[in-house]
């Protein structure tokens, strides 16, 4: 058993990299030592800036002798078949191959090929230059004087097996057994035999710490020392320490000093600047929880003076930037909002959908029609959509993309605005991922909805949906939000009466949009008034559509709003509305719901997201019982006797149930209709009142008479009367159950 050591050494890697390429390095690796039959007790790898390392233990020395069996055509088969066969099994004669026999296919020829095993460090020597030379990079560079492809300039390779080097050249670098460490504090070289003794003069005397769990250990305990020196809390930022644990080979933090004077920036101001240019942590004050006038750099480097100088040249940079920062805060501040979000105008946001300044127009509309319906005040809701966006063209959200809406806030605070209206500002771009909070001021409730569903709807009228893993305009996560926002604050809305409204306003944008795209076309005066009047007959069937519609919804009774709104939808909100059922789903299955029950409460055509959470969770609990198990069973049989006689063309319109019938008939069946009609009338209050395990308890009462029903009774009675009342009947308890969900969609 050996051992292999492999590092390649090169010029800085990016910090972004070095992770996935270790894991890449390590995969390839084995997956060619895999592919030549050798084994092997255990591999790893670690990476650092200048540094790839894989180490294979306990590898086998040598491949086993391998021995395939290759079969060919027929005895007495053609030749060109013949001579194919040859060839692919490296034969000269056709005597070289046996004859097996086979009962039922006859005789064919086979070819027995042995193939010995190979050294592994022939293996080695075959598979590391192939590795490195088709090895992935995100960004790579080729050398002036070759065409090795390599993150940054490939410098030394170690490839040593069992203490002996493995000689291979790639692009020009020999391989060898000689290594560097720190540039500063011990750079070599070193002449390594395997890891342990690598690991012992990198760690040592090369200053170097070679994992990254152990460089980003050290980073962690040096954060707390010095926060702990100085009655400070760090503010723990794991996507940036990531990032430092492959800045460092040695890693030593430093404490530094800020110019005070900079606390009048906003605070996030400060700590993005430190973040972003500099790599830096900031901290607050352990007493009062503000900023501190501190920040935590690490170094790559012990200092004679304790880190002194270090600190002293970053906190000049710092300072450098945090004055362009000054700069941009006070200009931005000397121009209103309203001004800013002028120039929204002139920026596209989709070319079919008009400008940034057109969305703005849509999203306060439509955020003063939600505001009622969450809580909020509309005047307020309309005033924080009009400026939502208006800090987007500020000098400050042009350098730092990531404060867009939080500098709109502070910018609105320092105008006057309703502190309402500046939190919506910052807040309506939320929730952006799986684990940020929702909005629950509802202002801010009122225009992150309003915005999510205009862009949704947008889309969605110019054809433009996710596809597959595609989604550029992150649409999923816009009806994902929607769908958080509407149960963790407990909304009540019907989602498709605000798709409706949005809907109007983005096809009225499209042709607003076809419109001024005429003004770029050279066309003859005829051929410019024929499309000028299509589109305008276009505005005017969108108009009419939706105001019909929105009237004709008006005038239905409360029991008809749900299946006749429904069914009178646009295909593409037909479509939309079933994106935001996926959407649901996704969630209700992330806390552990069964998919097969939100379709089956979904199909009732249930719009209100909140109260479809409910039925899910009620419809759960019962099946879960004895009693609705059982139920669910009674219906399954009822619907496939139902669905038999569908498919005969035989079961009768209208069905009915005649009380005359059932007088006649047998006990059970009389049992069923007067259980059926108390639950039907005992559903009422239930429902009615969104107590959804009190519908439930009122289906539990079904559950014997159905199953003495199905005992009793024979449904397909020779009396067609009969039997079209007993079909009535299981009509009649279908229907009692589709109150409360579609069971048909239930699995089991």
Not at 39 to 48: K, P
Not at 471 to 477: E, G, I, Q, Y
Request: charge should be neutral; hydrophobic fraction near 45%.
């Amino acid at each position: 058993m050996a051992e292999l050591l492999l590092e390649l050494f090169s010029e800085e890697i990016p910090a972004r990299m070095q992770a996935k390429a270790e894991a890449d390095l390590l995969a390839a690796l084995t997956q060619r030592l895999k592919e030549a039959g050798l084994g092997w007790t255990a591999a790893f790898a670690v990476s650092g800036p200048r540094r790839l390392t894989a180490v294979i233990e306990g590898l086998d020395a040598r491949s086993a002798d391998v021995r395939e069996e290759k079969k060919g055509p027929k005895v007495g088969a053609p030749e060109q078949a013949i001579a194919g066969f040859l060839r692919g099994a490296g034969l000269k004669d056709i005597s070289e191959a046996e004859i097996v026999s086979n009962p039922k296919k006859g005789d064919s020829y086979v070819a027995y090929l042995n193939k010995p095993g190979r050294d592994a460090a022939e293996v080695i020597a075959e598979a590391v230059p192939e590795i490195i030379k088709t090895f992935h990079w995100p960004k790579s560079m080729r050398t002036a004087d070759g065409d090795l492809r390599w993150v940054r300039p490939l410098q030394r390779i170690v490839c040593v097996l069992d203490g002996k080097v493995i000689p291979l050249e790639v692009g020009g670098v020999k391989s060898g057994n000689v290594t560097e460490g720190h540039r500063v504090h011990g750079r070599g070289p070193y002449t390594v035999k395997g890891w342990a003794d690598y690991k012992k003069q990198l760690e040592g005397k090369g200053h170097v710490v070679l994992s990254r769990e152990a460089r980003r250990e050290a980073i962690l305990e040096g954060i707390a020392r010095v926060c702990a020196g100085a009655g400070l809390v760090w503010i723990e930022d794991k996507g940036l320490l990531e990032e430092v644990v492959g800045l460092a080979e040695w890693p030593v933090v430093i404490l530094g000093q800020m110019d005070p004077d900079f606390l009048d920036l906003p605070p996030e101001v400060i700590t993005l600047s430190m973040r972003t240019h500099q790599k830096y942590f900031a901290a607050t004050d352990a007493k009062t929880g503000t900023l501190a006038p501190v920040f935590i750099v690490v170094a790559n480097i012990t200092a004679a003076d304790g880190g002194q100088t270090i600190a002293a040249g970053n906190a000049k940079v710092l300072s450098a930037r945090l004055s362009d920062a000054r700069f941009f805060w006070e200009k931005d501040k000397a121009t209103p909002l309203e001004a800013m979000g002028e120039k929204l105008k002139t920026i596209a946001f989709k070319e079919e959908l008009g400008s940034l300044g057109d969305k703005v127009e849509r999203v306060a509309a439509l955020a003063r029609e939600l505001a009622p319906k969450v809580g909020a005040n509309p005047d307020l809701a309309e005033r924080a959509a009009r400026l939502a966006k208006a800090d987007l063209v500020s000098e400050m959200v042009g350098e730092f993309p990531e404060l867009q809406g939080v500098m709109g806030r502070y910018y609105a605070l320092a105008a006057g605005e309703d502190a309402r209206v500046a939190d919506a500002i910052r807040d309506h771009y939320k929730p952006q991922g799986p684990n940020d909070a929702v909005p629950s001021e509802p202002v801010a409730v009122a225009v992150a909805l309003a915005d999510k569903l205009d862009t949704l709807v947008g889309f969605w009228a110019i054809d433009e949906k996710p596809t597959g893993s595609k989604d550029p305009f992150a649409l999923r996560r816009a009806a994902l939000g929607v769908v958080r926002m509407l149960l963790e604050n407990k909304l009540k809305i019907g989602l498709s009466f605000s798709l409706v409204h949005a809907d109007h306003r983005a096809k009225q944008a499209i042709v607003r949009s076809s419109m001024k795209r005429l003004d770029s076309e050279k066309l003859d005066e005829s051929e410019r008034a024929a499309k000028v009047k299509a589109i305008n007959d276009q505005f005017a069937r969108y108009d009419e559509d939706a105001k019909g519609f929105i009237a004709r919804v008006a005038s239905l009774k409360t029991e008809e709003l749900v299946t006749k709104f429904l069914n009178q939808l646009p295909p593409t909100l037909l479509s939309l509305r079933e994106f935001f059922a996926d959407r649901l789903k996704q969630v209700l299955r992330d806390q552990g719901k069964r998919h097969d029950l939100i379709d089956a409460v979904f199909a009732l055509g249930e719009d209100d997201l909140v109260l479809i959470v409910k039925r899910v969770e009620a419809l759960g609990a019962f099946l879960e019982t004895e009693d609705g198990a059982t139920l669910l069973a009674g219906y399954k049989r009822a619907a496939n006797i139902l669905k038999a006689e569908e498919k005969k063309g035989a079961l009768p319109e209208n069905l009915s149930v005649d009380a005359a019938f059932i007088a006649r008939g047998p006990a059970v069946e009389q049992a069923l209709w007067a259980a059926l009609q108390k639950a039907t009338q005992a559903l009422e209050a239930p429902l009615k009142s969104e107590d959804f395990a009190g519908a439930m308890t009122v289906l539990s009462a079904l559950r014997a008479p159905v199953d003495a029903f199905f005992e009793g009774v024979m449904v397909n009675d020779a009396d067609a009367a009969v039997r079209a009342n007993r079909l009535g009947l299981l009509v009649a308890v279908r229907d009692a159950l589709h109150r409360v969900a579609d069971f048909s969609k239930i699995e089991g």
